[in-house]
């Protein structure tokens, strides 16, 4: 729920700023010191020439064959981040790694050409196939490692191919063990095994064109998030009145608090299990969630002290009961 007037006044000071008027860059803010630890995990690996290019733009991801990775440009200003952990869900230190080990792989797939191979098509499949974001995966498939939240890599041979970069990268990764038996290992040591053969070699493209910047965002702040939100939500049609009204008091007790605020003080784990559990969008569980308190407060539904984990317990079930319909139907609710 996008609600600016409740926030910090420091905060919402930013709001009526155009996006392009912040002078944001990756260069001294706190970007750059996940840029730096990136780098090292690199070196790490043996990875002594891939240096991927990084730049700030209006959510993570590489443009189409192009060697360079884009981070959020929230994340470059103590004032952003706080403000989309008030509006929507700011990842914490260790998802903005993994994101950026993930990025890192399709930068390294683009750099070093290695999606216009054989062996390559061979292991994770035709790298021009159409590019859907209503993929429908096999959940648990042994075919594909698990990184990012949902079934990612079953989205795309290039997505593939990142998520098993990411977790050969990864610090610490016990993939041999953890992967061991499955199919998908063979990706696993595909990768280590490209990685040292180009631990010395300069990629063959260097850099790439980016797409937006926040120089590029004409916007203010409060535009950006607003059509954000909107667009989110217009994706959630869900009737919970029945549902909510079976798990929460319609009447307050002695001993009761509003259940929007037993829904609210857990709405980050809410938000993050059940994006990683069932693969749909974080935005998308974000609304929901959201749904759910707005649904909530509308009703005026109570909850008892001291029962809390029967309530997350049925919040949670009810939940990812209605984002798995929405990850095989594309709807909530039939």
């Given at each position: 729920m996008v609600r600016f007037e409740t926030l910090d006044p420091e905060i919402r000071g930013v709001l009526g700023k155009k996006v392009s008027e912040l002078g944001l860059r990756v260069e001294g803010s706190p970007v750059e010191g996940y840029v730096l630890q990136l780098y090292k995990e690199l070196e790490r690996r043996g990875l002594k020439k891939f240096r991927p290019v990084c730049y700030l733009t209006d959510e993570w991801g590489c443009p189409d064959q192009q060697p360079v990775l884009g981070i959020p440009f929230y994340l470059a200003d103590p004032k952003l981040r706080k403000l989309e952990k008030a509006v929507d869900a700011l990842e914490n230190e260790r998802q903005i790694m993994m994101y950026m080990r993930h990025e890192a792989g399709h930068v390294f797939n683009y750099a070093y050409r290695l999606y216009t191979t054989p062996e390559w098509r061979q292991l994770f499949g035709p790298f021009f196939r159409a590019y859907r974001d209503d993929y429908k995966p096999l959940p648990f498939s042994r075919h594909f490692v698990r990184h990012i939240e949902g079934w990612y890599?079953?989205?795309?041979?290039?997505?593939?191919f990142a998520e098993t970069f990411a977790v050969w990268l990864t610090p610490r990764s016990p993939w041999r063990r953890q992967y061991k038996g499955w199919p998908a290992l063979k990706k696993l040591r595909y990768v280590e095994r490209m990685a040292r053969a180009l631990a010395d070699v300069e990629p063959i493209v260097k850099t790439?064109?980016?797409?937006?910047?926040?120089?590029?965002?004409?916007v203010t702040v409060e535009q950006f998030y607003q059509k954000a939100a909107d667009e989110r939500q217009a994706r959630i049609d869900i009737a919970l009145d029945a549902h909510l009204?079976?798990?929460?008091?319609?009447r307050r007790r002695k001993e009761s608090r509003p259940a929007v605020e037993i829904v609210s003080k857990y709405r980050p784990?809410?938000?993050?299990?059940?994006?990683?559990?069932t693969g749909v969008k974080r935005a998308i569980v974000n609304g929901l969630i959201d749904s759910i308190c707005r649904t909530c407060e509308r009703m005026k539904l109570w909850g008892e002290v001291g029962e809390e984990p029967r309530y997350l317990v049925e919040l949670t079930a009810l939940a990812t009961t209605l984002a798995m319909n929405f990850l095989t139907r594309g709807k909530f609710e039939h």
């Open positions: 890599a079953q989205k795309h041979p290039d997505e593939d790439g064109e980016v797409d937006i910047t926040p120089d590029d965002i004409g009204g079976q798990i929460f008091l319609a784990e809410l938000v993050e299990k059940i994006t990683y559990w």
